[in-house]
């Protein structure tokens, strides 16, 4: 089987270095490896997401000198085939429609907080749903994931796993047990926007024939939403490789595109060259 890498950023913001990285990795390891390269625009967020940005991605992209397969896959593009899923699950009934918006969920959480018991956090640090038995009207326009119920559907969580070969943030590594309880009943689809990060991305790595997930060690933990859900709808399971961030020099934070951090666009029109963007990110001189 040919190795299948990709790299799939969201046109929400100008690319930084740490984008970088992680887009030289892929590319690097695709042809080490002989196989293929592909780009994917994850681009659900449509309020975000704009045209301006995915051109100035591309043009930062091919000016590090990478190349991709063509036709570039938008998810904007694809939004049936996030449907097609979610009724999947929903069918098996293990996705249930909730009303509970994230307000409603922090004013939940706060009240629940002043009796001085703190209410759990996802690995992202969100606090979890709070359950169908909280939910003040089930029938809204959000869906999500009934977890213990896709768990009890697979006979247990016991087999639920995958194999890293990067390393997670505190150098998990080998066979790794997936524990997605620790999201909770995340979602599948709002309103909004009518597919999750967690649902597009499994199905697009599903239909693209992705063999290698190589992305940032922020998304580590969000490896046992998706191996659940390729369990749930027979996907098959890539492996994954969770790499270094690239981070702040003064304060030590992931670099992010909210704050401007390091924007390949602006290096470029300091004189940076492609050559100088690989030094700052710890990589050396392209393989020939």
């Known amino acids: 089987m040919v190795p299948v890498f990709r790299f799939a950023p969201s046109p929400n913001g100008y690319l930084h270095l740490g984008h970088a990285y992680s887009a030289l990795l892929n590319f690097e390891m695709a042809r080490a490896a002989g196989g293929r390269f592909l780009l994917r625009i994850e681009d659900i967020d449509r309020a975000r997401c704009t045209p301006e940005f995915e051109a100035q991605m591309l043009e930062d992209l091919r000016w590090l000198g990478l190349e991709w397969e063509e036709p570039v896959r938008r998810q904007s593009d694809h939004f049936g085939d996030y449907a097609t899923a979610l009724e999947r699950l929903a069918e098996a009934g293990l996705a249930y429609r909730s009303s509970m918006s994230r307000g409603d969920i ?4 706060a009240a629940h907080e002043e009796t001085g018991e703190i209410w759990p956090r996802d690995p992202d640090g969100a606090p979890l749903f709070p359950g169908r038995a909280h939910d003040p009207g089930e029938g809204g326009d959000i869906w999500r994931l009934d977890v213990a119920a896709a768990i009890d559907h697979l006979g247990g969580a016991r087999d639920l796993g995958w194999t890293e070969h990067g390393a997670g943030p505190k150098g998990e590594t080998g066979a790794l047990t997936a524990d997605p309880t620790a999201w909770g009943d995340f979602v ?35 490896t046992a939403a998706h191996v659940l859900l390729q369990a749930l709808l027979g996907l098959p399971q890539p492996d994954y490789h969770h790499h270094d961030l690239v981070v702040d020099e003064t304060d030590g934070r992931k670099l992010s595109k909210s704050r401007g951090d390091a924007a390949l666009a602006a290096l470029r029109a300091a004189g940076a060259t492609p050559g100088d963007i690989r030094r700052m990110v710890g990589l050396g001189a392209p393989r020939s």
Request: overall charge positive; proline content about 3%.
């Open 106 to 109: 922090r004013r939940f959480v």
């Open 188 to 222: 599948l689809a709002r309103r909004d926007t009518p597919t999750s990060y967690h649902l597009s991305v499994v199905v697009d790595d599903a239909l693209q024939g992705i063999t290698n997930v190589v992305r940032g060690r922020d998304l580590f933990h969000a």
